[in-house]
């Protein structure tokens, strides 16, 4: 033990011109994940690792050292350089979305990730990034004419909307996710949101499409909503307390057996009812063991990081470039926190988002640790 909090302690000193706040906020964010997830995975490793609970675990806790080493490495990389990768890295991650579709497993119904080697890796978390880093470097090259339509609105709306479509195809959700932070990127870099007005036509358009296409998505909606709106679904799917509404039905019973300070952390009884708990419903987990004071207090921590990140990091930014970025990224963060608590308390529809820095995952807990390690870099050059 000795020896972890000197690492720790290291680790801090290290890490120290960064915002301290956010740096904490994600410390203990992924410490909360630890014990949320060796609590949550019990039934998970009893079908697939003969009841080693420990296996998980310590695949989780190597997860999260490579999301920490990520954002060790990425706080010290210049965010100049980085965006230079842009273009470059969001031309690669459409490349994987294509390939993902042809070489990819299927897994709940989509298929989002392939393996490489011992790995698997979802394209959609890279994609995402990329969109972000690329978006942020137009927004500063088009500042001059940024509300030209021909000049700066349709280029970068052209990447936004092949990046979201293709996203789209298998992760709703996140493309969802992702539209609504390149809306307040380019809102942010003064581009006249009644520009998106087509944009978000079409993409709505397509949405419906999708869900049209996809019985799965259809059944989840029309479960939230209790109607049969979409063809080829029934409405007895739709209001099947067994079918499409089990996880959410599933996730409320955890939060109000959690009551004010929860049943005590490893004594979830939801863990054994509620599909992949150490993931999309870990934060029902969380309130349901540590009650709706623990949920409210990591919840809060999300908060502290939105003011932290736009506050401070973005606003005190060096350059545009910075401020975009921290925007982008900050919400991200933030808009997936609020999203995976919003299923979990039953005022959204099921997404299966994870929630960063605490979820059981591979490529998408790496991916939170870079970005929050791109934010770290940019307020590590703020003048002082």
């Not at 979990?344 to 591979?362: Q, R």
Request: include cysteine; charge should be positive; glycine fraction near 10%.
């Amino acid at each position: 033990m000795k020896a972890i909090l000197r690492v720790i302690v290291r680790f801090l000193r290290r890490m120290q011109p960064v915002d301290k706040y956010v740096l904490w906020c994600v410390l203990v964010l992924s410490a909360v994940g630890i014990m949320a997830v060796y609590s949550a995975v019990g039934f998970l490793a009893e079908v697939k690792a003969g009841g080693d609970t420990e296996l998980f675990l310590m695949r989780h806790v190597i997860r999260v050292g490579l999301a920490l080493a990520g954002l060790w490495a990425f706080s010290y990389v210049d965010y100049h350089k980085l965006a230079r990768w842009g273009r470059p890295l969001l031309i690669g991650s459409l490349l994987l979305l294509v390939l993902v579709r042809i070489f990819g497993f299927t897994y709940g119904g989509a298929t989002r990730a392939f393996h490489l080697g011992p790995l698997s890796i979802q394209p959609s978390d890279v994609a995402k990034i990329a969109l972000v880093l690329y978006v942020a470097v137009l927004l500063v090259r088009k500042q001059a004419y940024i509300t030209s339509v021909a000049r700066a609105v349709v280029p970068i709306q052209f990447w936004i909307f092949l990046t979201i479509l293709f996203i789209g195809l298998e992760d709703l959700s996140t493309a969802a996710l992702a539209f609504a932070v390149m809306v307040l990127m380019c809102f942010v870099g003064r581009m006249k949101l009644g520009h998106f007005a087509g944009l978000g036509l079409v993409t709505a358009a397509l949405a419906v499409l999708m869900l049209i296409g996809s019985p799965n998505r259809a059944q989840r909606v029309e479960s939230y909503l209790g109607l049969n709106i979409f063809p080829g679904t029934e409405i007895e799917e739709a209001l099947d307390t067994q079918a499409e509404g089990y996880q959410a039905r599933q996730a409320r019973i955890a939060l109000a057996m959690g009551e004010l300070t929860g049943v005590g952390p490893g004594k979830s009884v939801q863990r054994d009812f509620l599909p992949a708990p150490y993931n999309d419903f870990i934060f029902a987990i969380i309130a349901e063991e540590y009650g709706l004071l623990g949920a409210l207090a990591l919840l809060g921590l999300f908060v502290l990081v939105l003011l932290r990140g736009f506050l401070r990091i973005a606003r005190q930014a060096p350059d545009p470039l910075g401020l975009f970025l921290a925007v982008g990224f900050t919400s991200l963060l933030v808009l997936y926190s609020f999203v995976h608590a919003g299923v979990a308390v039953g005022i959204l529809p099921v997404t299966g988002l994870p929630l960063p820095m605490v979820s059981y995952g591979g490529t998408s807990m790496v991916a939170a640790g870079v970005m929050v390690g791109i934010l770290l870099n940019i307020s590590r050059q703020i003048r002082r």
